[in-house]
């Protein structure tokens, strides 16, 4: 399975020889979030990105300058008058040419069982401690192109995709699939054609913690279906958690712009629970 890009930097600086960078101060506008890291090999080459290449050969030089950790101011306010961020901005960088690779191992471990998880920064006080999120997880289930189409753009998006078709006898009508897990950071998302198959499943789906709930279907299977639930015990904000219309385009006609419109809306919610996001 491959690493979430927010993971890339974590799980490089756990082996032994690499640097880790870490982002702790923004000032100003930047295309980065607080926390962002970089990862320096023993041969200069780097993992993960900060900026737009410029910026990863300055914290590279850095790196292999060893020593202390360090924070350097780079942009705006910066002592290195030579160099400058594109957006005006500033950055204050932890440099840390030896972090702790066992602590960035147990780290990356948690994710991989679906924990969050921390790392301590040393030697400064602007971010105490970097935080991490398990990587999105997509549960489809549903019926016909439109689950394959979704299903390819999240593996090709470096999520965790789980898909159940009716046809490969996964999935039963008017039973919950207690044989798949949600965690609160799972995206379960409907795709079906015939949506009395939904029922038993939103059931299920509206129990558990996942961070959003998706069903395809237009305006007259999105009444039934509230109709359904509302007869099931569900009150209307309960409803209201099920995300319909499906995405951002709100009249999706072809498989490839719904799984398009619906992967998108699904990444910005999950990217709103980042601990890091709102944090400048």
Request: aromatic fraction near 4%; charged fraction near 20%.
């Given at each position: 399975?491959?690493?979430?890009?927010?993971?890339?930097?974590?799980?490089?600086?756990?082996?032994?020889?690499?640097?880790?960078?870490?982002?702790?101060?923004?000032?100003?506008?930047?295309?980065?979030?607080?926390?962002?890291?970089?990862?320096?090999?023993?041969?200069?080459?780097?993992?993960?990105?900060?900026?737009?290449?410029?910026?990863?050969?300055?914290?590279?030089?850095?790196?292999?300058?060893?020593?202390?950790?360090?924070?350097?101011?780079?942009?705006?306010?910066?002592?290195?008058?030579?160099?400058?961020?594109?957006?005006?901005?500033?950055?204050?960088?932890?440099?840390?040419?030896?972090?702790?690779?066992?602590a960035c191992a147990a780290a990356l471990a948690k994710l991989?069982?679906?924990?969050?998880?921390?790392?301590?920064?040393p030697g400064q006080n602007l971010l105490a401690e970097r935080?991490?999120?398990?990587?999105?997880?997509?549960?489809?289930?549903?019926?016909?192109?439109?689950?394959?189409?979704?299903?390819?753009?999240?593996?090709?998006?470096?999520?965790?995709?789980?898909?159940?078709?009716?046809?490969?006898?996964?999935?039963?009508?008017?039973?919950?699939?207690?044989?798949i897990t949600l965690d609160r950071w799972s995206a379960l998302?409907?795709?079906?054609?015939?949506?009395?198959?939904?029922?038993?499943?939103?059931?299920?789906?509206?129990?558990?913690?996942?961070?959003?709930?998706?069903?395809?279907?237009?305006?007259?299977?999105?009444?039934?279906?509230?109709?359904?639930?509302?007869?099931?015990?569900?009150?209307?904000?309960?409803?209201?958690?099920?995300?319909?219309?499906?995405?951002?385009?709100?009249?999706?006609?072809?498989?490839?712009?719904?799984?398009?419109?619906?992967?998108?809306?699904?990444?910005?919610?999950?990217?709103?629970?980042?601990?890091?996001?709102?944090?400048?």
């Open positions: 399975m491959a690493i979430p890009e927010d993971h890339e930097a974590l799980a490089a600086a756990a082996v032994a020889g690499t640097g880790l960078c870490t982002i702790v101060n923004i000032e100003g506008s930047f295309s980065r979030r607080l926390g962002a890291q970089l990862a320096v090999h023993a041969d200069g080459s780097v993992t993960g990105s900060l900026a737009d290449g410029c910026l990863e050969r300055e914290l590279a030089a850095e790196i292999a300058r060893g020593g202390e950790p360090r924070v350097i101011r780079y942009g705006a306010g910066s002592p290195k008058i030579d160099f400058r961020l594109p957006c005006g901005g500033g950055l204050d960088i932890l440099i840390d040419p030896t972090p702790d690779h066992a991989e069982m679906r924990q969050e998880a921390t790392l301590a920064l935080r991490y999120i398990p990587a999105l997880r997509l549960v489809l289930l549903g019926e016909g192109p439109e689950l394959d189409a979704l299903g390819r753009l999240g593996a090709a998006a470096g999520m965790v995709v789980e898909s159940r078709s009716r046809e490969d006898s996964s999935l039963a009508l008017g039973q919950r699939p207690e044989h998302v409907l795709l079906f054609h015939d949506h009395e198959w939904e029922e038993a499943l939103l059931d299920w789906g509206l129990t558990s913690p996942a961070f959003f709930i998706g069903a395809q279907g237009g305006k007259p299977a999105r009444m039934a279906r509230s109709e359904r639930l509302a007869a099931l015990g569900y009150a209307e904000e309960q409803v209201a958690r099920i995300a319909s219309p499906l995405g951002l385009i709100g009249h999706s006609r072809e498989p490839s712009a719904l799984a398009l419109s619906a992967l998108a809306g699904v990444a910005g919610f999950y990217e709103l629970r980042h601990p890091h996001h709102s944090q400048r």
